[in-house]
């Protein structure tokens, strides 16, 4: 099957204070696919392995304690290696860039590296769980970041602590999605991951709370994310029902995605106040459209959410690799992917060893 063609676009190079932008080279060797003829187009990247929370779903606190050995700075990628890479990853078609971590906020200067992507002219977004977004949201956005997506799982303190294990009060992440849209990072996307019998009983409360705000809850499967959180099909609770529940209530009609490999299905309310998203990957896995890549803390690319093994960058990069040094390799991997697991997942792969999602990001 020939593969499929893909515009090219030059990414614009960093600024000096005055200099015009050098053109980036662009990439000599054409269109590139992966095995299932999926291009890459969106770029994941953890900018820390660590988080002041521990979601049960992610970095279940009996796996990361007190003892729990973090990764020393000095293997975190720095914000030029971040960014001399992600200029390749755009300059080979990536329009979307999206910080994650562990918790993005909790790195120093964060603002710093945003300034630095900004300058890419991609789509630069950020997941965050809100705690410390009341303070930063108006840096965040001056530096560039443009949208802003906000993790959580409940508006009740109990149940929302039943989730992410921590004593924190909700009001501070409303607060702080409040700040992101008075800062302009609107539309804000707040992502709720429901577990059956800790807090699905508060989907309802969480579409009613949101519903005309402009805001759009996203309604997300809990999923066999790395070999930590325990996870049983029983504990799952379809996106049809999700949307069977809040249909009762406020009717809702499926909206187009807005592109092809959008993560989220859409579903519009009836009476045109807002619309909700479901993530579906247990239950309707959506591996077909997948472009994403994910960039690890310690530079590792992850072809897939739930990959067991990374492919190294950061030697590459500390070997002083050109960029088209680093062009080949990401081509290389990306040209020998074929991952699908959500298609192919079983209780055997569902227990198998994977990558936890706090070191590659969600
Ligand atoms: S399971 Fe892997 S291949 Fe499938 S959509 Fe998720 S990240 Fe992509």
Same mark, same amino acid.
């Given at each position: 099957?020939?593969?499929?063609?893909?515009?090219?676009?030059? +990414?614009?190079?960093?600024?000096?204070?005055?200099?015009?932008?050098?053109?980036?080279?662009?990439?000599?060797?054409?269109?590139?696919?992966?095995?299932?003829?999926?291009?890459?187009?969106?770029?994941?990247?953890?900018?820390?392995?660590?988080?002041?929370?521990?979601?049960?779903?992610?970095? /279940?606190?009996?796996?990361?304690?007190?003892?729990?050995?973090?990764?020393?700075?000095?293997?975190?990628?720095?914000?030029?290696?971040?960014?001399?890479?992600?200029?390749?990853?755009?300059?080979?078609?990536?329009?979307?860039?999206?910080?994650?971590?562990?918790?993005?906020?909790?790195?120093?200067?964060?603002?710093?590296?945003?300034?630095?992507?900004? @300058?890419?002219?991609?789509?630069?977004?950020?997941?965050?769980?809100?705690?410390?977004?009341?303070?930063?949201?108006?840096?965040?956005?001056?530096?560039?970041?443009?949208?802003?997506?906000?993790?959580?799982?409940?508006?009740?303190?109990?149940?929302?602590?039943?989730?992410?294990?921590?004593?924190? /009060?909700? +009001?501070?992440?409303? @607060?702080?999605?409040?700040?992101?849209?008075?800062?302009?990072?609107?539309?804000?996307?707040?992502?709720?991951?429901?577990?059956?019998?800790?807090? !699905?009983?508060?989907?309802? !409360?969480?579409?009613?709370?949101?519903?005309?705000?402009?805001?759009?809850?996203?309604?997300?499967?809990?999923?066999?994310?790395?070999?930590?959180?325990?996870?049983?099909?029983?504990?799952?609770?379809?996106?049809?029902?999700?949307?069977?529940?809040?249909? +009762?209530?406020?009717?809702?009609? &499926?909206?187009?995605?807005?592109?092809?490999?959008?993560? +989220?299905?859409?579903?519009?309310?009836?009476?045109?106040?807002?619309?909700?998203?479901?993530?579906?990957?247990?239950? &309707?896995?959506?591996?077909?459209?997948?472009?994403?890549?994910?960039?690890?803390? @310690?530079?590792?690319?992850?072809?897939?959410?739930?990959? &067991?093994?990374?492919?190294?960058?950061?030697?590459?990069?500390?070997?002083?690799?050109?960029?088209?040094?680093?062009? !080949? @390799?990401?081509?290389?991997?990306?040209?020998?992917?074929?991952?699908?697991?959500?298609?192919?997942?079983?209780?055997?792969?569902?227990?198998?060893?994977?990558?936890?999602?706090?070191?590659?990001?969600?």
């Amino acid at each position: 099957m020939p593969e499929k063609v893909i515009p090219i676009r030059p +990414a614009p190079a960093f600024r000096e204070a005055g200099a015009s932008a050098p053109k980036a080279p662009r990439y000599a060797g054409g269109a590139f696919a992966d095995t299932l003829g999926r291009s890459l187009r969106d770029l994941r990247i953890s900018v820390t392995d660590r988080c002041n929370f521990r979601c049960v779903y992610c970095m /279940p606190r009996d796996v990361f304690d007190e003892h729990y050995t973090f990764l020393p700075h000095s293997s975190l990628l720095s914000f030029e290696e971040i960014a001399k890479i992600s200029r390749v990853f755009v300059g080979l078609g990536v329009e979307k860039i999206r910080l994650t971590g562990g918790e993005p906020l909790v790195r120093r200067d964060l603002e710093r590296l945003i300034a630095m992507l900004s @300058e890419l002219g991609v789509d630069l977004t950020l997941t965050t769980n809100g705690s410390l977004l009341a303070k930063k949201a108006r840096a965040l956005k001056a530096a560039g970041l443009k949208r802003i997506t906000v993790s959580l799982d409940s508006l009740d303190d109990a149940t929302f602590k039943a989730m992410n294990d921590a004593d924190f /009060p909700v +009001a501070k992440v409303l @607060e702080g999605i409040e700040a992101a849209a008075a800062a302009g990072l609107a539309p804000i996307k707040i992502n709720m991951v429901v577990k059956r019998g800790v807090n !699905d009983t508060h989907v309802l !409360d969480m579409a009613r709370h949101f519903r005309g705000t402009g805001h759009i809850v996203r309604f997300i499967e809990f999923m066999d994310v790395g070999s930590t959180n325990g996870w049983r099909m029983d504990d799952v609770i379809p996106s049809a029902e999700i949307v069977r529940r809040i249909s +009762a209530e406020f009717p809702l009609v &499926q909206a187009d995605p807005d592109y092809r490999g959008e993560v +989220a299905e859409r579903w519009r309310y009836a009476d045109g106040s807002g619309e909700i998203g479901v993530i579906s990957s247990v239950t &309707q896995a959506f591996c077909r459209d997948c472009n994403r890549l994910r960039l690890s803390t @310690e530079g590792a690319m992850y072809t897939c959410l739930f990959g &067991q093994s990374g492919h190294d960058l950061r030697t590459l990069l500390r070997s002083g690799a050109s960029d088209d040094d680093l062009r !080949d @390799e990401i081509v290389a991997v990306w040209r020998a992917r074929g991952d699908r697991y959500s298609e192919i997942r079983t209780a055997e792969t569902a227990r198998a060893s994977k990558v936890e999602m706090s070191y590659i990001g969600g």
